[in-house]
């Protein structure tokens, strides 16, 4: 089915997300949709599947003008999209969640469609339980499920938007492949990113925002820096790892057990250097988080010991560690770390006191424009922090760390940002270990890890692996978050 | 609701304009509510407002009576600012009045008869105070240790406190000779607050009532401590995290509105128009009107302050509908509920098609 799209605009108040966006996929192809956070990739998305309506604009299939008043409706003609966040419903069971949103019919014939998920399922290499509670399949897994789900309602047209953010390396592999199969199969699909090598790996083609506006195309194989201009208006220099000479012990982890619910970290040791980079790697869930909540004091271990530049820290709350200067940054930006509906002048007010009991309000909102323009944030001192975009509230949590952090702790510090920032924000925590701080953190890019980091550690069921990311290829580290090499 | 919350900015003091047009429809919208309600019973709206408007502001004295009644409201009101901007629904606020009450008494029984009036007043007026604390804090343990949501933890606490009331009036402190439910007997006109001849308000309570409202409105806008009230109220994991203390801020803060609901409670003991005595509900609703005096003014102190004013104005005001015209007072809480829920309803609208949009 071919899909075009005619000077589509759709505003938010005042400030454009589509600004007369004009472009076609040809049927049959897979069309990359290219643009930093905030180009408003999704926004467009969303007006071609049905989620909102477009202020101005008109949508063609296959040359018939349309409009859709629902997802519904889009799903009805042939057009289906995959969203970010799944949007299923983790209790009930797969077959259940495979059966919900199927139109129209009063008996539920159980068996029949039970066969026919199967059936969709084998060619793809998909595997997994249709009588399992979907909370039990990984996010990866739900993905695949509900782009089967599209395919059974006859969606020729498959949307995906930013699928590969929170899936493993073997998922992203699998899911690439089954696109590749679609397409043969004469289906179309647009696949929406942010990072350049997926797209120029997967893609025929590929439409490029920014800002609203389409900003150009290129038929692949193309140039990376082609798109990176077409993507920043102008090019970018990547920094790598610097070579920071060692300092002290920072954090020494001691035989350490550790344990949630489901997982167990044991018999643990690690020792982190002052200026040291400690990549966390793994699939989601494998241990990596243990071994950061329990650095933060967040967790008790259930054995062995913890020092923070050689004071002991086994057992104390959290704010004795906050105040030893160990920072925890959690993955949820607007979860675990700002809080939305208060403005930047307010976060500066609660991390850092100037007098016991009244707060200057004029040299606070000084101080918070001050480390607006050192962090380079869009934002005004009285912003809330929920109208910021994601780069933009990541450099927020970094500028609101205190003075001489010893230990930085960050889940995904750039999960979901786009080269620009993820840039800014290493450069940040460069700075910092140049001056002795050591940062521990978590990544499912593997080219972060080996980029950044002085040494790996992999998870894999609650057991560790370290690679010296100097060394290691991303075929071995990718090999080991699969499991290989752990006795 | 995001949006709505940054409107409000850091002071909750400011309106903007379309929120404010919004509350003068729903004003008018409560209004032509209630005037069918009094249709459909068959008497005459403008007759009714009329009385209710002469019955709170009439003569001298009923403008007496209507500043007496706002005084609880406005400490309770005062109290109440501090547990929703930590994100807490005080719904005991009704049992802390109680057993502000409660200890107030307690105090002027055993030290009538040893210390001068004024010593009495004060230390009932301190020892009301530490009543509604406990009673605050123990709906604000019961969540925090106990795991028991601080609404229900407080609907528990209020029937509690209200069963102590009934006992001590049947029992411990019963009247000479039988105990009634009317209540203990009453203190003298010595343990009343001072008030102007003619004009039955005492200075006392109004500025104890503004006063609190002033001192709670610059804790939450220039202090630490409000701010970190807010935080807590807003995302208690972010909050945690930035090394904000939220179990003592929660005890604090339910402490903090337990102690102005206790004052209120002695208030409703010594006050110039009170009954001077401890009787069963002497809460009266108080605590109850002034949550919705909060929700109304938006968590904002300024507004707290009319608001409050012009519900003891309708409570005072519509009890002069049974007097002249055979006709219920509980008219006023009709007029009342439907200014909240029409109030609500437009709030509920705003946020629905004035909200921002997400990419």
Same mark, same amino acid.
């Given at each position: 089915?071919?899909?075009?799209?005619?000077?589509?605009?759709?505003?938010?108040?005042?400030?454009?997300?589509?600004?007369?966006?004009?472009?076609?996929?040809?049927?049959?192809?897979?069309?990359?949709?290219?643009?930093?956070?905030?180009?408003?990739?999704?926004?467009?998305?969303?007006?071609?599947?049905?989620?909102?309506?477009?202020?101005?604009?008109?949508?063609?299939?296959?040359?018939?003008?349309?409009?859709?008043?629902?997802?519904?409706?889009?799903?009805?003609?042939?057009?289906?999209?995959?969203?970010?966040?799944?949007?299923?419903?983790?209790?009930?069971?797969?077959?259940?969640?495979?059966?919900?949103?199927?139109?129209?019919?009063?008996?539920?014939?159980?068996?029949?469609?039970?066969?026919?998920?199967?059936?969709?399922?084998?060619?793809?290499?998909?595997?997994?339980?249709?009588?399992?509670?979907?909370?039990?399949?990984?996010?990866?897994?739900?993905?695949?499920?509900?782009?089967?789900?599209?395919?059974?309602?006859?969606?020729?047209?498959?949307?995906?938007?930013?699928?590969?953010?929170?899936?493993?390396?073997?998922?992203?592999?699998?899911?690439?492949?089954?696109?590749?199969?679609?397409?043969?199969?004469?289906?179309?699909?647009?696949?929406?990113?942010?990072?350049?090598?997926?797209?120029?790996?997967?893609?025929?083609?590929?439409?490029?925002?920014?800002?609203?506006?389409?900003?150009?195309?290129?038929?692949?194989?193309?140039?990376?820096?082609?798109?990176?201009?077409?993507?920043?208006?102008?090019?970018?220099?990547?920094?790598?790892?610097?070579?920071?000479?060692?300092?002290?012990?920072?954090?020494?982890?001691?035989?350490?057990?550790?344990?949630?619910?489901?997982?167990?970290?044991?018999?643990?040791?690690?020792?982190?250097?002052?200026?040291?980079?400690?990549?966390?790697?793994?699939?989601?869930?494998?241990?990596?988080?243990?071994?950061?909540?329990?650095?933060?004091?967040?967790?008790?271990?259930?054995?062995?010991?913890?020092?923070?530049?050689?004071?002991?820290?086994?057992?104390?709350?959290?704010?004795?560690?906050?105040?030893?200067?160990?920072?925890?940054?959690?993955?949820?930006?607007?979860?675990?770390?700002?809080?939305?509906?208060?403005?930047?002048?307010?976060?500066?007010?609660?991390?850092?006191?100037?007098?016991?009991?009244?707060?200057?309000?004029?040299?606070?909102?000084?101080?918070?424009?001050?480390?607006?323009?050192?962090?380079?944030?869009?934002?005004?001192?009285?912003?809330?922090?929920?109208?910021?975009?994601?780069?933009?509230?990541?450099?927020?949590?970094?500028?609101?760390?205190?003075?001489?952090?010893?230990?930085?702790?960050?889940?995904?510090?750039?999960?979901?940002?786009?080269?620009?920032?993820?840039?800014?924000?290493?450069?940040?925590?460069?700075?910092?270990?140049?001056?002795?701080?050591?940062?521990?953190?978590?990544?499912?890019?593997?080219?972060?890890?080996?980029?950044?980091?002085?040494?790996?550690?992999?998870?894999?069921?609650?057991?560790?692996?370290?690679?010296?990311?100097?060394?290691?290829?991303?075929?071995?580290?990718?090999?080991?978050?699969?499991?290989?090499?752990?006795? | 609701?995001?949006?709505?919350?940054?409107?409000?900015?850091?002071?909750?003091?400011?309106?903007?304009?379309?929120?404010?047009?919004?509350?003068?429809?729903?004003?008018?919208?409560?209004?032509?509510?209630?005037?069918?309600?009094?249709?459909?019973?068959?008497?005459?709206?403008?007759?009714?407002?009329?009385?209710?408007?002469?019955?709170?502001?009439?003569?001298?004295?009923?403008?007496?009576? =209507? *500043?007496?009644?706002?005084? !609880? /409201? #406005?400490?309770? +009101? &005062?109290? %109440?600012?501090?547990?929703?901007? $930590? @994100?807490?629904?005080?719904?005991?606020?009704?049992?802390?009045?109680?057993?502000?009450?409660?200890?107030?008494?307690? =105090? *002027?029984?055993?030290?009538? !008869? /040893? #210390?001068?009036? +004024? &010593?009495? %007043?004060?230390?009932?007026?301190? $020892? @009301?105070?530490?009543?509604?604390?406990?009673?605050?804090?123990?709906?604000?343990?019961?969540?925090?240790?106990?795991? =028991?949501?601080?609404?229900?933890?407080?609907?528990?606490?209020?029937?509690?406190?209200?069963?102590?009331?009934?006992?001590?009036?049947?029992?411990?402190?019963?009247?000479?000779?039988?105990?009634?439910?009317?209540?203990?007997?009453?203190?003298?006109?010595?343990?009343?607050?001072?008030?102007?001849?003619?004009?039955?308000?005492?200075?006392?309570?109004?500025?104890?009532?503004?006063?609190?409202?002033?001192?709670?409105?610059?804790?939450?806008?220039?202090?630490?401590?409000?701010?970190?009230?807010?935080?807590?109220?807003?995302?208690?994991?972010?909050?945690?995290?930035?090394?904000?203390?939220?179990?003592?801020?929660?005890?604090?803060?339910?402490?903090?509105?337990?102690?102005?609901?206790?004052?209120?409670?002695?208030?409703?003991?010594?006050?110039?128009?009170?009954?001077?005595?401890?009787?069963?509900?002497?809460?009266?609703?108080?605590?109850?009107?002034?949550?919705?005096?909060?929700?109304?003014?938006?968590?904002?102190?300024?507004?707290?302050?009319?608001?409050?004013?012009?519900?003891?104005?309708?409570?005072?005001?519509?009890?002069?509908?049974?007097?002249?015209?055979?006709?219920?007072?509980?008219?006023?809480?009709?007029?009342?509920?439907?200014?909240?829920?029409?109030?609500?309803?437009?709030?509920?609208?705003?946020?629905?098609?004035?909200?921002?949009?997400?990419?």
């Amino acid at each position: 089915m071919k899909v075009e799209l005619k000077a589509i605009h759709k505003y938010f108040g005042p400030v454009p997300a589509n600004d007369g966006v004009t472009f076609s996929v040809e049927p049959g192809s897979l069309h990359g949709l290219l643009g930093e956070n905030g180009a408003g990739k999704s926004t467009l998305m969303k007006v071609l599947s049905g989620v909102l309506s477009p202020d101005s604009g008109e949508i063609l299939l296959d040359g018939r003008p349309v409009s859709f008043d629902s997802p519904a409706r889009a799903v009805e003609l042939g057009v289906g999209m995959l969203h970010q966040d799944p949007l299923d419903f983790p209790p009930l069971s797969v077959l259940d969640n495979f059966l919900l949103g199927s139109p129209g019919r009063w008996r539920l014939d159980r068996s029949g469609v039970r066969h026919q998920l199967l059936a969709l399922l084998a060619p793809f290499d998909f595997q997994f339980d249709p009588d399992a509670p979907v909370s039990d399949l990984s996010l990866g897994e739900r993905q695949q499920l509900e782009i089967v789900r599209l395919l059974w309602l006859g969606v020729r047209v498959l949307i995906l938007d930013e699928p590969t953010t929170v899936i493993s390396a073997q998922q992203r592999a699998k899911l690439f492949s089954a696109l590749r199969r679609l397409t043969e199969e004469g289906k179309t699909v647009i696949f929406v990113s942010h990072k350049l090598e997926e797209v120029t790996s997967l893609c025929n083609k590929v439409t490029v925002l920014s800002h609203g506006k389409m900003t150009g195309e290129a038929t692949m194989p193309c140039p990376t820096d082609r798109l990176v201009q077409m993507m920043f208006g102008r090019s970018i220099t990547v920094r790598k790892r610097s070579n920071v000479d060692l300092g002290g012990p920072i954090l020494e982890i001691d035989h350490l057990t550790v344990s949630d619910w489901r997982l167990e970290v044991k018999d643990f040791s690690l020792n982190v250097s002052a200026g040291e980079v400690i990549g966390l790697a793994g699939l989601e869930g494998s241990g990596q988080h243990l071994v950061t909540r329990v650095s933060a004091g967040l967790l008790r271990p259930k054995a062995g010991r913890i020092r923070v530049a050689h004071r002991d820290m086994t057992g104390e709350p959290y704010h004795q560690f906050l105040e030893a200067g160990v920072i925890f940054m959690p993955a949820g930006r607007l979860e675990e770390g700002l809080i939305a509906g208060m403005t930047w002048t307010e976060h500066v007010a609660l991390v850092e006191r100037h007098s016991p009991f009244w707060i200057d309000w004029p040299l606070t909102a000084r101080k918070a424009a001050r480390c607006i323009r050192e962090f380079n944030i869009k934002a005004k001192p009285d912003t809330c922090v929920e109208e910021l975009s994601g780069g933009n509230q990541q450099r927020t949590l970094l500028a609101l760390i205190p003075p001489h952090p010893r230990l930085l702790l960050l889940e995904h510090p750039t999960r979901g940002l786009d080269i620009e920032s993820t840039e800014s924000i290493w450069g940040l925590l460069l700075d910092w270990t140049r001056s002795g701080t050591a940062i521990v953190f978590m990544s499912s890019d593997l080219d972060e890890l080996l980029d950044r980091s002085d040494r790996i550690l992999v998870f894999f069921g609650g057991r560790v692996r370290v690679l010296d990311a100097r060394q290691a290829t991303v075929e071995q580290l990718g090999e080991a978050i699969g499991g290989q090499g752990f006795k | 609701m995001e949006a709505k919350a940054s409107n409000k900015g850091r002071t909750g003091l400011s309106f903007k304009m379309t929120p404010l047009l919004l509350r003068i429809i729903a004003l008018l919208g409560a209004v032509l509510l209630s005037g069918a309600a009094l249709l459909i019973i068959g008497a005459s709206p403008l007759d009714a407002f009329g009385l209710i408007l002469s019955g709170a502001f009439g003569s001298p004295s009923r403008l007496a009576y =209507v *500043m007496t009644a706002w005084v !609880p /409201v #406005l400490l309770c +009101s &005062a109290g %109440l600012l501090v547990t929703f901007a $930590a @994100g807490l629904w005080n719904i005991g606020i009704e049992g802390q009045v109680v057993m502000g009450a409660v200890f107030a008494t307690g =105090v *002027m029984q055993c030290l009538q !008869p /040893v #210390l001068p009036p +004024s &010593a009495v %007043l004060i230390l009932a007026a301190l $020892a @009301g105070i530490l009543g509604g604390v406990l009673w605050g804090i123990s709906a604000g343990a019961l969540r925090l240790y106990g795991n =028991v949501n601080e609404i229900f933890g407080g609907l528990g606490l209020n029937f509690i406190a209200g069963s102590l009331t009934v006992y001590l009036i049947l029992g411990p402190w019963k009247r000479p000779g039988i105990g009634s439910t009317s209540g203990t007997l009453p203190f003298p006109p010595s343990l009343w607050l001072p008030a102007f001849k003619g004009f039955h308000v005492s200075p006392v309570e109004v500025l104890l009532g503004l006063g609190a409202m002033g001192l709670i409105a610059a804790l939450l806008r220039g202090t630490y401590l409000g701010l970190q009230f807010k935080a807590v109220g807003k995302n208690q994991r972010s909050a945690f995290l930035m090394g904000v203390p939220i179990g003592r801020r929660m005890l604090l803060a339910f402490a903090l509105c337990g102690g102005l609901a206790g004052l209120a409670g002695w208030v409703l003991i010594v006050g110039t128009s009170a009954r001077h005595n401890l009787f069963p509900l002497i809460s009266s609703g108080y605590g109850f009107l002034a949550i919705l005096v909060v929700l109304l003014a938006n968590l904002s102190a300024l507004w707290s302050v009319p608001i409050s004013l012009f519900f003891a104005a309708l409570a005072m005001g519509s009890l002069q509908l049974p007097l002249q015209r055979q006709l219920d007072s509980s008219l006023g809480g009709v007029i009342q509920g439907m200014l909240v829920l029409s109030v609500l309803i437009t709030q509920g609208l705003q946020s629905r098609f004035f909200r921002r949009g997400g990419r």
